[in-house]
């Protein structure tokens, strides 16, 4: 079984809850339930960083997510061709953890160019089909 969809999200504040609550109702319809809050964290972490460094004025993100039996990957498209970079955050800063943290809890991640404009993030899980444990 291979399952694929997208959801267009405008650059204001509030997209990125409703970016994570699309991608938790998709993972429930498709069963795709063990991994969840990981996928919902990074969802949340990529859905950010587009929303505050990706998106030019007037434009918004989008979030696609594919499954086949096991395995379940994310994707964040902007219009921003800068690349992010995982950091160290020193104490003193207020954020730069974000593709820490995915870099961590995802099996995978990298960026890939868009064309005409952009880049997409994405991140992939593993095992995320069946139950939450």
């Not at 399952?3 to 997209?15: H, V």
Request: glycine fraction near 10%; aromatic fraction near 6%.
């Amino acid at each position: 079984m291979t399952e694929s969809t997208q959801r267009f999200f405008d650059a204001r504040p509030g997209s990125v809850c409703q970016a994570r609550e699309f991608a938790t109702a998709t993972l429930t319809d498709w069963g795709m339930l063990r991994r969840i809050e990981d996928i919902r964290l990074c969802v949340s972490e990529l859905a950010t960083n587009a929303l505050v460094h990706g998106t030019a004025a007037g434009r918004g993100y989008l979030v696609k997510l594919d499954t086949d039996e096991d395995t379940v990957r994310l994707e964040v498209h902007d219009s921003c061709r800068l690349r992010p970079e995982v950091r160290q955050a020193t104490e003193r800063d207020p954020g730069g953890r974000g593709l820490m943290l995915v870099s961590t809890i995802a099996d995978g991640w990298g960026v890939e160019d868009r064309s005409p404009l952009g880049k997409i993030v994405w991140s992939c899980f593993e095992a995320a089909g069946g139950a939450a444990e």
